[in-house]
Each structure stands twice: as C-alpha cells, then as structure tokens.
C-alpha cells in the first residue's frame, strides 16, 4: 500500500505479503530485510548474458555472505569467490564444493595458502612473491594469478581495483611475465587460470570489455590456462528516485558473448569464462529498516535522529555512497513536498550521515525510514562500534512471508571473546 514515500518498494512489490511497520514490530530496529524474488532475478539477468557453455558466474561473496543468501545463489547455478578463511567456512556451509569455491586473496600468510590448498580449491594469487610463497605449499600443483590490466573503474577512488595506482595485480609486462614463467618452474606448477578486477560499480559495458580483451592477449601467451575470470563491478543504479538508468544488460551481454565465443572459436579454447558480480547480485534484493527518534534543526539544517548509525551501513560516511531513503509513516499517505534533511545515524562520530541535505518529506518521530539497495556490503561491513549490537536479517519468500535468516546480536555476544567474562 502507497506511504509517505514508498513508490520504488511499491512497484517492485518488495514486502510481500507483510509492511515495514509489521517487521520493525516483530524483528525489531534497526533490521536488514531482503527478497527472495529479486535475489534469484539478478542471478538469472547475469546467467543471461551468455550462452557460451564455458560461461559462469562466480558470485562475489564479500558483498554478502548471509548463509541463506547464499544457498539461493548457488541453487541458482553460480558458483563462488573466496577471499579468507571465514569465506571459505561460510561457502562450504552453504554447500558450494571445492570446485564451486575459486579462492582470491591478497597479502596473505603461507599458513592461509596452505589452508586453501588443504580444502581443494584453486587459488588466485596477486604478486609474484605471493606465487612464490604459494609455490612452497603446493608445489607442483596448479595456481591462477591475478593480473592488473592497467584500466580501472569505480564510483569511487577507494573501489579502483585496477590501474597503477592500486595495490592489485601482476604488471602483465614482458619481464614480469618472465619471472611469473621462471617462478612457476621453479615449484613445477601449472598456470591454470588467470583473472582481474577493474573495479566497483559500472553502468556501461565499455571499459569492462575492453579489460576483457586485454585479459585474454594474456591468455594467449600461455598453454595451460583453462579459466579465464574478467571480474566483477556491473553496476545498479542507486538514483532511482532520480531515474537513473540501470546498466544496459542487453547491449553488455552481445559485445561480451561476442567476445568470448569468437575468441574461443578463433583459438580453439576449450575452458571457463567467469565473470563475477557481487553488487549486482545482492544490492537491490537488501533494503535497511531504522527508526526515527528524534528531528530538531541546527543553525538551518534540519536533523533526523536515527538507529541508523554507519555502524550498520558503513557506505555512505566510507565513500560518499549515495542510499535512496523511503518514508513509512502508520497510516501514512504520498508526501510529494520535499524538504532538505540530514538523517543522521547514533554513532558518537560527526561523520554519522546517512544522507546530506537530502530532498525527502517532512519526516517524523516515529517514522520508519527505509535505505534502498543495502544488500550489498551493507551488514557485510557492520561492527559493533559504540557496542552497538548489529542489526537481524530477514528474508521475505517467494510466498511473500518474512523469515529470520540471521538473529539480532545480544549483549552476552558482545563478551563471547573475553576470557575472564
């Protein structure tokens, strides 16, 4: 049913069978809520943009690693990134196997490396120095490296994965090259795959083929490579109140399954494509509830006091992040007078803004307020700053009813790490 601002929720049928007012009540506030139907969407939409049968979609898991949330994505034929220990834990508990599971870590310890070689999976080493360690762990075992392919993207500069500036990826130059050959010979091991990362959050296909085609120039100077991972960073559009247009999946998947299907046919390769989006999988299915508690103006700025500190959705105040805001009010009715108000969150920072001067409706103690496109890297970056205890999750199913996919912190759990507690 419409609300004071509810128009995106509304046409999307977000909430199912149940209101934001009804899972703040039950589960309370703050509380992430998630659909079951717009998860399994966006797994079909990126399975769609080949048909190539080497082509798969590896699910980034550090956008999102809810256990329930990831059983859908692999029932929905993705397989899996890991980039930790806890992320291997986590996959293999969700029911991804070693062969689901392709492990990409940066600056790690010789024990980490052993541990994923202990569990079967294939490692992504980043540096020539970490292939060397590697190579002490598994000798003549088979090994992918990331490489940097000197183009990269973001929203913002924290996000750039790709490009001299960054900390990512081998220098795919002649003489890096010859020393990757030189180490590999060394361990007597295989190159089996290689990969890269251009960055987060592109909404046009342009630069993400263009690194697509560098990576596979790399392919061709090697024999053994049987996966060929381009990365993640699709894009959604966190504007929709602004209409800002999504990534155009149609015109993306013709140049990339272009790309790869005449590339192969041209080499005769025989082996895996992977892509691996993370945002554009879970962001749209996750939506933030909090309350507000309080309003009051500064000089002339307009404050709206909430629970929704950066202690539950760290985005904005780490990289400007842009967060759609809705406004549920109980019998509450469309509110198309916008008014400039900060809402803010109730971390004891000054950089607790959860949005600037934003253009919303008069909003009001009590009100629900309800952040759009929180499913990714949203509780996956939460902490108990302040000792605030992280928020519960909630899934709505495909029948539309709500299910607690992951309690609410206690404050017990706040002392499960002291030893004299």
């Known amino acids: 049913m419409p609300n004071v601002r509810s128009t995106y929720t509304d046409a999307v049928g977000f909430f199912g069978r149940t209101t934001p007012e009804e899972l703040v009540a039950a589960f309370g506030s703050p509380l992430y809520v998630y659909s079951e139907d717009m998860l399994r969407a966006r797994c079909r939409e990126m399975k769609a943009l080949s048909s190539h049968p080497g082509f798969f979609v590896n699910y980034s898991a550090k956008a999102n690693t809810n256990l329930s949330l990831l059983r859908i994505v692999r029932e929905e034929g993705l397989v899996v990134d890991a980039m930790s ?8 508990a969700a029911g991804f196997t070693p062969d689901q ?51 990269g993207a973001g929203h913002h500069q924290k996000v750039v994965t790709a490009g001299k500036a960054t900390k990512f990826g081998v220098d795919p130059s002649d ?30 296909p342009e630069g993400y083929v263009a690194a697509a085609e560098f990576l596979l120039s790399v392919a061709e100077k090697f024999d053994t490579v049987e996966v060929i991972d381009f990365g993640g960073g699709f894009g959604i559009p966190y504007r929709k109140y602004e209409d800002q247009p999504r990534l155009d999946l149609a015109a ?4 990339l399954h272009a790309l790869i299907s005449g590339w192969s046919e041209r080499t005769g390769y025989k082996g895996r494509f992977y892509i691996e989006p ?55 009715t469309p509110d198309a007078a916008l008014h400039p108000q900060t809402v803010v969150g109730n971390i004891c920072e000054s950089g607790d803004i959860m949005a600037k001067e934003r253009q919303l409706p008069a909003i009001q103690e009590g009100d629900i307020l309800g952040v759009l496109d929180a499913g990714a890297y ?19 199913g495909l029948d539309g009813q709500p299910r ?7 404050l017990s759990d706040l002392m499960q790490l002291f030893p004299d507690a």
């Open 175 to 204: 003489a890096s090259l010859a020393e990757l050959r030189a180490i590999l010979a060394k361990h007597d091991m295989t190159l089996v795959g290689i990969n890269q990362h251009i960055g987060s959050l592109f909404l046009e």
């Open 101 to 151: 599971i392709l492990y990409v870590c940066n600056n790690v310890s010789e024990a980490e490396l052993a541990n994923a070689v202990s569990h079967g999976l294939l490692v992504s080493v980043d540096s020539l120095a970490q292939l060397d360690t590697l190579g002490r762990v598994n000798r003549g075992g088979k090994v992918m490296v990331r490489f940097n392919p000197g183009i």
């Open 378 to 396: 949203g509780y996956a970056m939460s902490s108990t700053y302040n000792q605030r205890l992280r928020p519960a999750e909630v899934l709505i």
């Open 278 to 332: 993370g945002r554009y999988v879970v962001a749209e299915c996750g939506l933030l509830l909090g309350t507000v508690h309080a309003t009051k103006h500064n000089g002339p700025t307009r404050y709206v006091g909430t629970d929704l500190g950066f202690n539950v959705l760290a985005r904005p105040m780490m990289y400007d992040a842009h967060h759609d805001i809705e406004v549920y009010r109980t019998g509450g």
């Open 404 to 410: 607690l996919i992951r309690r609410r912190e206690e």
């Open 252 to 255: 993306t998947a013709e140049r």
């Open 85 to 92: 220990p806890g992320e291997i834990h986590v996959n293999k």
